[in-house]
């Protein structure tokens, strides 16, 4: 069965394939950056790399959760971005009913500046 | 004169005998005997008595005459006076005596009379000059009478109202002892507050120090309060570490595939104990924030009761000081209330001493009212008197008048 990385927001469960991570880390400290697009929270550095800090609430129209912030690291080819979850992270096999976040659609929602409600 | 009177008589008596004898051996009728004898009686009684009146009245005559001259007015005329010893020349000489006199006292008394004159006059005018005295005399004692009998209402009302004061001096000395016992009684009452006061502000003073001492202790549990959150807080952060690492187990483990199934399920089972832990950690952590909470309530709380002490203690000690204060304040006031209570005894004494004096005075006054209204009635009655004396000088000048006038019909020279 499919493992995900689970948190709960305020008006739901959301969850991202363990695939499609690379990692995740306490939130630490991110640079705003003037101008960015919607749902660009700013800059961050991983591992020596600056990373791109997305606004996961933001961009799936939600509310932050209970729980610490973390930043969860996309796999390739979004390495280069990570999610900034205000929410309790855990491991679970695919829960039924939960909101699997495909990268792609949040990139798009990015692009496009919309936000991206996905479907449950 | 009687030796004369003696011998007439006996001479005659002789003759009547001598006739009564001879006349009957001479005449033998009885009738014309009788006749004879009546006869011879008559006629000798008649030579005797004419011989004897006019050896008597002549000498008599001649007193008449001079006591005529005399009464004319002259009595410069010398009186005829006789060397005979008899009761006629010595009755000239007792009247030439007694004109010599009479010339005297004439002469002393026209003398008198013109001094009478001279003084009346002067009397007159001094009577008149004393009248007028009087009379002014008269009217200044009815002046004097007006004057003290207003002085004696005045004095009667100054004594009136005198007698107001001494009574409003007695409520007021009646007031001070009020205000002096009153002042007593505040005193000890300030005492016994200031006193209070004292002790309050030592058992605030305590009471402070007791919840300083708490307050610390309070800071000290806060304190490893905080010590504890501060763990709590690391373990909760090892324990965050720890679920992620987990977490980051699982996703490589993911990735690995099939063959880190394993590692997979050994990081599951760390991230639960992780999760395990950083569930206990934030039951500490609530529990930590709890006591936190409580002693920051309990701090602040102290804090509070400190500050309160600390405010009650200044309140206490300004208390105190005003206590200190109205003290001395009421025991000045209670010294001057017995000033002023010993002050208004002395003025009420005085007033008294004044009011009896003034009623004193007012009697005098009185008395000096009734005095002078009698002395103004005496120079009334004086002047009277000396209007009467001034009619009785003008009476005497005028009887001197009259008297020199009689005087005067006398000529002495």
Known sequence: MERRLVFSLASGSYGLRLEAIS?????????????????????????????????????????????????????????????YVPASLRVEEAPPGGTLLEPTELVEAVATGRTRVPAP | MQKKLAAWFLTVAMLYTIVGVAVPRLQADPFWSTVLIVSSDVVIGLGAAWLVSHVLTRRLRDLAASATVIS??????????????????????????????????????????????????????TSEEMNAATEEIAAAAQAIALGAERQAEQVSETSAITRDLTRSVEDVASSAREVHGAAREATQRAAAGAEDARRAADGIGALADTIASAAAAVEGFRLKSEEIGKIVAFIRSLSQQTHLLAINAAIESARAGEEARGFGVVAEEVRRIADDVSGFAQQISSLSDEIHQGSNEVAAGIRRSVGAADAARDLVERASGSFEGILSSIRGTETRSAEISRLTET???????????????????????????????????QTASMQEMAASVHALARTSDHLKELISLFKVG
């Open chain 1, 23 to 83: 990692g995740v880390a306490e939130l630490s400290s991110f640079r705003p950056v003037p101008g960015a697009p919607r749902g660009v929270l700013g800059l961050t550095e991983w591992g020596g790399r600056p990373l791109t800090v997305l606004d996961l609430p933001g961009l799936i129209d939600e509310q932050p959760g209970k729980g610490d912030p973390s930043l969860v690291r996309l796999a390739a080819p979004f390495d280069h971005l990570a999610l």
């Open chain 2, 347 to 381: 003025q009420r004494g005085a007033a008294e001493h004044v009011a009896r004096s003034l009623e004193q005075i007012s009697r005098i006054a009185e008395q000096n009212a009734t005095g002078t209204e009698e002395t103004s009635s005496a120079t009334v009655e």
């Open chain 2, 72 to 125: 004319r007015g002259d009595l410069t005329r010398p009186v005829v006076q006789s060397e005979a010893r008899d009761e006629a020349a010595e009755l000239a000489r007792s009247f030439a005596t007694m004109v010599e006199s009479l010339l005297n006292v004439v002469v002393e008394v026209r003398s008198t009379s013109s001094r009478i004159h001279e003084s009346a006059l002067a009397l007159s005018a």
